[in-house]
């Protein structure tokens, strides 16, 4: 009889373990392929999924989906507020990505994934890479420098070339900058001719 209990109660731990099991696996696969086929410092083909504004982009890498941050630069928001130059970041890069011919993503840095769980990557079009065609059209605010990155010395140089060039949002901050100047001179100018008129008065 103990022999009987003892054999029933092995028989039932082996089915519960393979219950455990088979509840357990489809989690621990999902968990394996969340990103684990990527690693850092590679290039991998990639095909564009869908375009969500100047910065982010669902890209398809083999039979996996990622959400993806661009590396390094913020672009002006598009979708949860509109920025100025929101709009024509989000088509300048969704134009690009549309009409590729190549997707190239790179992994660089210190970490694969952004706290939201979004790929982080340098993004290549064509042979070009997207972040420093964006930045050199003043469709970059500021960059994001939590590491070191391969490419940080062409996307500044890039911002300079936008900045110097009037191009996007360095277009309206220098003409912003103009029209308070010319304020500020119209003002002095007029305080000077009042100045002369009460003179010529007295």
């Not at 890209?59 to 390094?72: A, N, Q, V, W």
């Not at 630069?73 to 989000?90: F, L, M, N, Q, V």
């Not at 994001?144 to 391969?150: C, V």
Request: charged share 30%; with cysteine; net charge negative.
């Amino acid at each position: 009889m103990q022999t009987l209990f003892r054999h029933k109660g092995n028989s039932l731990f082996f089915i519960m373990a393979v219950i455990f099991a088979i509840t357990i696996m489809p989690v621990e696969a999902l968990a394996s392929n969340n990103g684990d086929s990527l690693k850092l410092n590679e290039k991998y083909s990639a095909e564009l999924e869908k375009c969500i504004d100047g910065d982010t982009a669902i890209f398809k890498i083999g039979e996996e989906s990622f959400k993806t941050r661009f590396l390094y630069i913020d672009a002006p928001e598009s979708t949860t507020r509109h920025d100025p130059y929101g709009k024509e970041a989000a088509e300048f890069t969704c134009s690009k990505l549309n009409e590729a011919k190549e997707i190239v993503l790179e992994t660089d840095g210190d970490e694969l994934y952004d706290k939201y769980n979004r790929l982080l990557a340098w993004i290549w079009v064509d042979g070009k890479l997207l972040q420093e065609e964006l930045t050199k059209n003043g469709l970059v605010k500021m960059f994001y420098d939590y590491g070191d990155y391969k490419y940080e010395e062409q996307l500044h140089a890039a911002m300079e070339e936008a900045k110097q060039e009037k191009r996007g949002l360095y277009e309206k901050e220098t003409n912003g900058f103009l029209r308070l100047m010319l304020f500020n001179g119209a003002v002095v100018l007029a305080v000077i001719i009042g100045v002369l008129i009460a003179k010529k008065i007295r």
